[in-house]
């Protein structure tokens, strides 16, 4: 189970660096951000974002805050 949980920890690990470095290539690359939020790593948006109020509002969504806690460290009990 320990070994199950440090791959996991590492490939979420890898996907937030993919993602973040994603962001620093283009801040308003919509899937990314949203990928990051799912993962815990909520970001306040920059100006200038072309997002529809649809996308605006699932970066503000509970979905994201649910996401965020389902995707803690692997002792949580949601990698059980």
Do not use: H
Request: proline residues 8%; contains cysteine; glycine residues 4%.
């Amino acid at each position: 189970e320990r070994g199950t949980d440090a791959v996991i920890e590492t490939m979420i690990d890898a996907a937030r660096q993919d993602f973040e470095r994603a962001l620093e290539k283009d801040p308003c690359l919509f899937d990314a951000r949203l990928n990051l939020a799912r993962l815990g790593q909520v970001r306040p948006a920059p100006r200038g974002c072309a997002w529809t109020p649809a996308r605006r509002r699932q970066l503000d969504s509970p979905v994201a805050e649910a996401m965020q806690k389902l995707y803690k460290a692997p002792n949580d009990k949601a990698f059980e």
